[in-house]
């Protein structure tokens, strides 16, 4: 018993000294930056612990400034919180802060770091990246996706006209988002009560809900191997399930593929790595097989769901709470669109609509902190040295309600982004980044745009949408995790326009 104590004494004395050589040469290596005090190896437990941290983040800035290093278990993260260091670190330093870092959950999810969203720079992330845009291009050709939406969207909102009493929109805009990018994605018209659909977007939510709430064993990871927590076996078979309907989609369109025939998302991109290998290079293109695209679909379909419906029921939650601004989007709607859907051909002449979806974009919180960033070499920003392979953090959430950028920050006001004729302006707020910088920005936000604005004004051009009678706003947002805000539940009464 006494030699088990005095071993166990010398094994912690050991190790407390090492972590003090260990913190004391990188302070003497490196000036790295500010932040407060924390317990060793377990660091801000209550910062990183909190649905709120985005917000916790950005208060600490106000006396650390804009660079703040906290320890999350004994890992080191830096925020960036202001829109210089930001665009120091992705867009002037952009090769120095490309990669990601490795947890246990994003390395599950993506099958090995096998997508685009969160394996890190390298040159097959780049030739995955390529063909991928290239894929969104074949897409985005002709009037494939309008044409996608209207159809979508005409069966939902027929649903939605059928509606006597007052009902959450959030049941509605979750269908309706899931069965687009199911046709998107897939190329299948599904019926709105479809079970597959529906199976697929309850697992799609377990999956927010356990990544929102993170992990032990992205802290520690030895745990998944030793002793992995209920919760991570539940992601896992979770995790299965989901690559058991990819997999089968995927199968599907190689078995049936038709060179030159683009049906949906999935054969843009078998066109575009057959193209590649048209070009040659055989040895890189060894490096993406079905493995890699199925993550790609993924990417695609995973985070274009999930980003869409959140930002839709953002934007009808500020609609009714503001509803002379629908009024105002309905005048334009109906001056620019007339009697005619609202297609691509009406994009640029939505100036007041579009301003206020960037302002639901802005202030809607859908993503607070972004996609974890790692340092692929020693750098520095703002002033301050960060070493090769830390963690660095987007503080969205801050950019987004800086008064330098945004006056008054939390209203609501479209006028932001529109020049003095009502126009959209040519360039937005500097500090507006919700689809990110660099190079890792956001590879579906060619299709998100178009996508969201489309839906909008399908919505807004049929329907009056209101809360119901003597029902007041809730301005009280709900906290998701890891940054992501969703609105207050609420619930609309809709009347259709063209009544008489």
Request: charged letters at 25%; aromatic letters at 12%.
């Amino acid at each position: 018993m006494i030699n088990w104590s005095l071993n166990t004494q010398t094994i912690l004395a050991s190790l407390s000294i090492g972590l003090l050589v260990y913190y004391v040469i990188r302070r003497i290596r490196y000036r790295l930056p500010p932040g407060p005090w924390c317990i060793p190896l377990v660091g801000h437990y209550q910062i990183y612990s909190s649905v709120e941290i985005h917000k916790k983040v950005a208060e600490l800035s106000k006396k650390y400034g804009p660079v703040v290093r906290l320890s999350f278990g004994y890992n080191t993260w830096i925020f960036l919180n202001e829109n210089d260091v930001v665009i120091e670190a992705l867009v002037k330093k952009k090769a120095d802060f490309a990669g990601r870092p490795k947890f246990s959950s994003d390395d599950a999810f993506s099958d090995g770091g096998r997508d685009i969203v969160f394996s890190t720079y390298s040159p097959t992330w780049k030739l995955h990246r390529k063909i991928a845009g290239k894929a969104l291009r074949h897409y985005l050709q002709g009037d494939l996706l309008e044409n996608m939406i209207q159809d979508n969207m005409d069966k939902f909102l027929n649903k939605m006209a059928q509606e006597k009493e007052p009902f959450a929109f959030k049941n509605y805009v979750d269908l309706m988002v899931f069965h687009q990018l199911y046709t998107i994605c897939f190329g299948e018209k599904r019926p709105i009560d479809d079970p597959e659909v529906k199976a697929l977007l309850t697992l799609d939510e377990e999956l927010i809900t356990y990544l929102g709430a993170g992990f032990l064993e992205d802290l520690f990871p030895y745990l998944k191997d030793i002793l992995p927590t209920a919760k991570w076996k539940k992601f896992l078979i979770m995790l299965d399930q989901l690559s058991d309907v990819l997999r089968a989609k995927y199968k599907e369109h190689v078995d049936t593929f038709e060179p030159g025939v683009n049906r949906d998302f999935i054969d843009s991109l078998l066109m575009a790595r057959q193209e590649a290998k048209n070009e040659g290079d055989e040895s890189a293109l060894e490096k993406l097989d079905d493995r890699h695209l199925i993550q790609t679909i993924s990417d695609i379909f995973l985070a274009g769901v999930d980003t869409t419906r959140f930002t839709m029921d953002w934007f009808i939650y500020f609609m009714t709470r503001f509803p002379e601004l629908e009024t105002k989007c309905q005048e334009e709607i109906d001056r620019v669109v007339g009697s005619e859907h609202p297609s691509m051909k009406h994009r640029n002449n939505l100036d007041y609509t579009e301003a206020c979806l960037f302002e639901t974009l802005r202030l809607g919180g859908v993503a607070g902190l972004g996609v974890p960033h790692m340092t692929m070499c020693d750098s520095q920003v703002g002033g301050y040295d960060i070493p090769k392979g830390t963690t660095v953090i987007i503080n969205h959430w801050a950019l987004h309600h800086d008064p330098k950028f945004f006056k008054d920050p939390e209203k609501f006001d479209p006028y932001r982004y529109l020049d003095e004729n009502g126009k959209m302006k040519p360039s937005r707020p500097d500090s507006w980044l919700p689809f990110s910088a660099g190079r890792r920005v956001c590879l579906g936000e060619t299709v998100a745009k178009p996508e969201l604005l489309l839906m909008c004004a399908n919505l807004l051009q049929r329907f009056e949408i209101r809360l119901p009678i003597g029902v007041k706003p809730n301005p009280n947002f709900r906290q998701l995790g890891f940054g992501t805000e969703l609105p207050p539940e609420y619930k609309i009464i809709v009347r259709e326009r063209n009544e008489s």
